[in-house]
């Protein structure tokens, strides 16, 4: 079963931040949270992945809370092209032989 | 374009016929998953190689299922005597055991 829970859906407005909650009060001190996100009729594609530090990439941020129980994915300028399932999963790193993913949260960007 | 190819990206068959798909991952890369996705479902791990050896199955997989990899190359995911509950999407991924995973299109398969 997967180790997270996050809201099944969110809308955001084009041109603004969109912010994706998860909650993953039972993950272990060496586990990291990745965020895959997918495109209707597409395969998952990789967002960003961290451990306890807030991280950044081209794509988004990430902000793991200090007790790590929490994460919130931010893209900073939602465009219609962001509208996707966006999934927040939680592994080792050294050892990824298989991702658990959830239902995720569907994100709808509106005009 | 390297990215991961699947083979064929629909198939139709009829219940009690065998399928076959075909993933061919990033080259370089020496994992290759097996993952399926029915409507409204996050994707479910079915299978990992490392190289041409199967390390994990999960208990999805039945007996009707068979996935190889010869040579650590392209993988090959096998349904025999299809169900309607086998009807999905059927996604590949590679990746070297690091922290992403690179996914394929995908194949749908739909058992009439």
């Known amino acids: 079963d997967a180790k997270t829970t996050q809201p099944p859906s969110m809308d955001c407005a084009e041109g603004r931040a969109a912010n994706l909650p998860c909650n993953h009060s039972?993950?272990?001190?060496?586990?990291?949270v990745y965020w895959y996100r997918q495109i209707h009729s597409q395969g998952p594609q990789y967002i960003i992945h961290?451990?306890?530090n807030n991280e950044t990439n081209e794509m988004a941020s990430l902000i793991i809370t200090e007790d790590r129980k929490s994460s919130t994915l931010i893209l900073p300028h939602a465009t219609l092209r962001d509208t996707a399932v966006y999934y927040c999963i939680v592994g080792e790193s050294y050892n990824t032989d298989k991702l658990i993913f959830g239902t995720g949260t569907r994100l709808q960007v509106f005009p | 374009d390297t990215g991961v190819s699947q083979d064929p990206r629909h198939k139709i068959t009829k219940r009690g016929q065998n399928v076959t798909f075909r993933c061919d991952p990033i080259s370089e890369h020496n994992r290759l998953y097996w993952y399926r996705q029915t409507l409204g479902q996050g994707p479910e791990f079915l299978t990992y190689f490392q190289n041409e050896a199967q390390l994990e199955k999960s208990r999805l997989l039945s007996d009707r299922f068979s996935a190889e990899r010869p040579k650590g190359s392209f993988s090959t995911l096998e349904i025999q005597r299809t169900e309607q509950g086998d009807s999905a999407m059927y996604l590949c991924?590679?990746?070297?055991?690091?922290?992403?995973?690179?996914f394929g299109p995908g194949t749908r398969l739909t058992v009439t």
């Open positions: 039972t993950i272990s001190g060496n586990e990291y």
């Open positions: 961290g451990l306890k």
């Open positions: 991924a590679s990746g070297q055991g690091r922290y992403e995973q690179y």
